[in-house]
């Protein structure tokens, strides 16, 4: 697939990017020095001196990225992003055409480990077997012999990893799994924890999955009989998720059975009917949830989708989103589309255009005014004040931040006169 219409990708001059960089340092102050939200912390406390800082100095921005399709009419794509993290721990799986016995059943899932990565990478290559080696997913479908399978898979891997880690050189990592498994007839929504994964339907989030926190009144009614407490909204005051696979040391009460312990890997498991008004399925760990609402997200790939028919740059501009957003964590998203999903249309790409048009007379007003007063361009006031303009047209759920490429362009374009002439000289030499 190509893209209709992307971003900029012209050269930036040295100059600018160590003003980008120095942007970047102070959005970075303020995100890692404010006070965060409730539910938008790690998932596992540790102390640093331990485990080393959870948080590097600058952000990892490379992207792992993948797409493809089957021909049954399903396209995917994924990105992920290690971010500021210390490590990444998420991992996927992405099979459009399941197994050579079902080749009309798709399955897409995301794992966001914590406290390490073993369980979230046993999990991804792993966890379809062991759903399929109960017998329960057949070509007939039987849907409620369906769920009893996937959730009597989750059950079996996560006692097939513990006896491992009792055994073998594990670390004590656990993950979070949010899946979609798809027949020709069915959706069966899968989750384990407090990754999500949404449908579109009729351009609106028809369903979504639940986020497993300690807080919420069933898990901690399950947490208590176990013999736990909920402190800061954490298991123990430790752990910030009820239900995932590995975090065997919260499943060592030998008189509860396996999805009473105090983090259960019981998942959730719901089925909807495919309908031919179904446009895409959004899959993602929660460091994408931390930074954006399924409303939201629902809205800004609708609008995506209809400037640009490169899934792949869609994943990219949403991770790359909640990053300008503020989120901290490790991200990792697939977004699966239908038939019924939006298509690029002239109509969208010509007032894609004449936003950016408009954007970059903003942006070169703005160093006008600078430039009367005598003073130096500075990006960050220049994205502070087009933040505050209230600019229309901008694409739903995403604001001003995912124009951040389109504003770093055309102030490169206007404000290159600007540039001291030391910094000319020491450009030229290189």
């Known amino acids: ?105 798709s399955y897409f899932a995301v794992f966001d480990g914590h406290a390490g990565k073993m369980v979230a990478q046993y999990c991804s290559k792993n966890l379809l077997d062991f759903i399929l080696d109960t017998g329960c ?11 009893d399978g996937i959730r009597d898979g989750f059950l079996g891997i996560d006692r097939h990893m513990h006896t491992q880690v009792r055994n073998e050189n594990w670390d004590n990592s656990g993950s979070t799994a949010t899946a979609v498994m798809m027949s020709p007839r069915n959706i069966y929504f899968i989750n384990c924890g407090d990754s999500r994964t949404f449908l579109c339907r009729n351009s609106q989030v028809v369903f979504y999955t639940e986020d497993h926190k300690p807080f ?27 239900r995932a696979l590995g975090d065997f040391d919260f499943k060592e009460v030998e008189w509860r059975a396996q999805t009473e312990q105090l983090v259960s890997p019981e998942p959730e498991v719901y089925e909807l009917e495919r309908t031919p008004e179904d446009e895409f399925l959004v899959v993602a760990c929660d460091g994408v949830w931390d930074a954006i609402s399924n409303e939201e997200l629902c809205a800004f790939v609708r609008n995506r989708l209809q400037v640009c028919d490169d899934l792949r740059e869609i994943c990219s501009q949403v991770i790359d989103l909640c990053l300008y957003k503020g989120s901290l964590d490790n991200m990792s998203i697939i977004i699966i589309c239908f038939d019924g999903a939006p298509k690029v249309t002239p109509e969208a790409l010509q007032q894609e255009a004449a936003l950016e048009r408009l954007i970059e007379q903003k942006v070169a007003e703005i160093i006008n005014v600078i430039r009367s007063k005598d003073e130096e361009p500075d990006l960050l006031y220049v994205m502070k004040f ?7 047209g901008l694409p739903p759920g995403g604001g001003i931040s995912c124009k951040r490429d389109c504003i770093i362009a055309a102030y490169q374009k206007y404000a290159a006169a600007f540039r001291p002439m030391d910094i000319v000289g020491s450009d030229d030499s290189t």
């Open 1 to 105: 697939m190509r893209t209709a219409r992307r971003a900029s990708t012209m050269e930036v001059p040295s100059f600018l990017r160590q003003l980008v960089k120095e942007t970047e340092k102070m959005v970075t102050f303020f995100f890692k020095g404010g006070r965060r939200e409730s539910g938008t912390d790690d998932d596992y406390f540790e102390n640093e001196e331990d485990i080393g800082r959870p948080y590097l100095e600058r952000p990892i921005l490379a992207k792992d990225m993948a797409e493809g399709g089957s021909k049954w009419g399903i396209n995917y794509a994924m990105a992920s992003m290690q971010g500021w993290r210390a490590q990444m721990e998420d991992s996927h799986t992405c099979m459009p055409e399941m197994t050579e016995a079902l080749p009309e059943w």
């Open 137 to 147: 997913v057949t070509v007939d479908e039987d849907v409620e012999h369906v769920k």
């Open 216 to 242: 919420n009144p069933r898990e901690k009614e399950r947490i208590q009989n176990a013999g736990g407490s909920v402190t800061l909204q954490r298991i123990n005051g430790s752990l910030a998720v009820s």
């Open 386 to 392: 087009l933040a505050s303009e209230g600019i229309p």
